[in-house]
């Protein structure tokens, strides 16, 4: 039997007031999101990839239509019970790395404090290790590379225990080399069964999708299954 996806919407759409009138991001998207793999979100500037992931976060409420997490509909749950939600499950990445760690400290006391959020607990050096950051843990974060402080962010989510890591662009501020450690990570996330994910226009990331879903103008174009080669 298919597994069931962990995310499904239905017809939902989200806007923006401001003071020039409403601003729709994203409008009438239907997606099932499935437990495991890369699920890419692309589109050209302005598409509503940011909206979509803000919403599956639960950062944003959809105005129309409605969203299930693991078969909860999360319009009905309370702000407490949502942002209980978001604290164990959902763990979000963004696209600049500095905004996804405490500068005043170490590198295995980000992870911990990350840990700490979710009400759990976590041996830094055994995802640092994972991650290809052995022996990193009493440094300053300012002494990583931005790839690294990237990988570094997504060692929060597993500190975490994440059951989704949703990623905003989050090789746009990276140059090649260090956008290869994040690529890299993506697909150990996505080997260890994690639901990932990603909104993007790198191509290089779409590729590793096992599912790209594509934005125009708010609204969802077209989804793709592929065949992920590992
Ligand atoms: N906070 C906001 N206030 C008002 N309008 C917003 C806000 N955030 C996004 N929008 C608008 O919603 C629409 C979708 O924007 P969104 O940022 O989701 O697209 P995107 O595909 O992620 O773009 P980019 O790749 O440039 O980040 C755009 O018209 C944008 O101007």
């Not at 500068?103 to 700490?116: C, G, I, K, P």
């Not at 994040?182 to 996330?189: A, G, H, I, R, S």
Request: hydrophobic share 35%.
């Amino acid at each position: 039997m298919p597994e069931k996806p962990i995310f499904r919407l239905d017809g939902i759409g989200v806007d923006y007031q401001t003071p020039a009138g409403t601003v729709t991001g994203v409008d009438g998207v239907t997606i099932d999101i499935p437990a495991r793999g890369i699920t890419v979100l692309a589109g050209p500037s302005g598409s509503g990839k940011s909206t979509l992931l803000r919403t599956l976060g639960l950062f944003e409420q959809p105005v129309r239509g409605t969203i299930s997490f693991q078969g909860t509909e999360t319009g009905k749950l309370r702000h407490r019970e949502r942002r209980a939600l978001r604290r164990t499950h959902l763990g979000l990445v963004f696209q600049n790395p500095t905004d996804n760690l405490l500068a005043y400290l170490s590198v295995a006391d980000n992870l911990r404090a990350a840990a700490e959020s979710a009400g759990t607990e976590c041996l830094p050096d055994d995802i640092l290790d994972q991650l290809g950051l052995g022996g990193t843990g009493g440094w300053r974060i300012s002494a990583l590379s931005g790839g690294q402080q990237q990988r570094l962010a997504f060692g929060c989510t597993l500190a975490r225990r994440s059951t989704v890591v949703l990623a905003d662009e989050p090789t746009s501020q990276l140059d090649e080399g260090s956008a290869d450690l994040v690529l890299d990570t993506l697909k150990y996330l996505a080997d260890q069964d994690f639901a990932v994910i990603v909104a993007s226009h790198d191509d290089r990331l779409i590729e590793l999708g096992s599912r790209v879903a594509r934005m125009h103008k708010g609204r969802l174009e077209s989804t793709e299954e592929r065949e992920v080669v590992p």
